[in-house]
C-alpha cells in the first residue's frame, strides 16, 4: 500500500501563488505516475496535471501556463500554482498510480483546501 499526504493548501487571493506538496510513503517502489486531482462543491472530481516516471506531462487546459507539476520519482510531487482564479477553488488531492500513465490512479491522499478569494 501507498500513503499519500498532501500540505500547502490555504486561502489566497485572485492572482496570487500556492504551491502544494505530497509525500509518498509504503510500497514507494511500486509508484510510477504521480498527480493532482481537484473537486469544487458540485462539480465531478478533475485531473488538474500529472507527471510520469517517463516524464511525461499532463495538464488540464483550465490551468495551462498557471501551474506547473513536478516530482522527486516515487517520493513526492509538487504543485505551482500561479495566477490562482476564483474558479480554482477546490479540495486538491494528490494521486499516484502503479501504472506509468495518467488515465487512471490507485492511490489517494485526503485532500487540501484551496480557496482563492476574489
Same mark, same amino acid.
Given at each position: 500500500q501507498?500513503?499519500?499526504?498532501? @500540505?500547502?493548501?490555504?486561502?489566497?487571493?485572485a492572482g496570487g501563488s500556492l504551491r502544494l506538496s505530497c509525500t509518498?510513503?509504503?510500497?514507494?517502489?511500486?509508484?510510477?505516475?504521480?498527480?493532482?486531482?481537484?473537486q469544487a462543491p458540485g462539480k465531478q472530481r478533475e485531473l488538474?496535471?500529472?507527471?510520469?516516471?517517463?516524464?511525461?506531462?499532463?495538464?488540464a487546459d483550465s490551468v495551462k501556463g498557471r501551474f506547473t507539476v513536478s516530482r522527486v520519482p516515487r517520493t513526492q510531487v509538487y504543485l505551482q500554482m500561479n495566477s490562482l482564479k476564483p474558479e480554482d477553488t477546490a479540495v486538491y488531492y494528490c494521486?499516484? @498510480?502503479?501504472?506509468?500513465?495518467?488515465?487512471?490512479?490507485?492511490?489517494?491522499?485526503?485532500?487540501?483546501?484551496?480557496?482563492?478569494?476574489?
Open positions: 501507498v500513503q499519500l499526504v498532501e @500540505s500547502g493548501g490555504g486561502l489566497v487571493q509518498a510513503s509504503g510500497s514507494i517502489f511500486s509508484i510510477n505516475a504521480m498527480g493532482w486531482y481537484r488538474v496535471a500529472a507527471i510520469t516516471n517517463g516524464g511525461r506531462l499532463y495538464y494521486a499516484a @498510480s502503479p501504472w506509468d500513465y495518467v488515465d487512471e490512479f490507485k492511490y489517494w491522499g485526503q485532500g487540501t483546501q484551496v480557496t482563492v478569494s476574489s
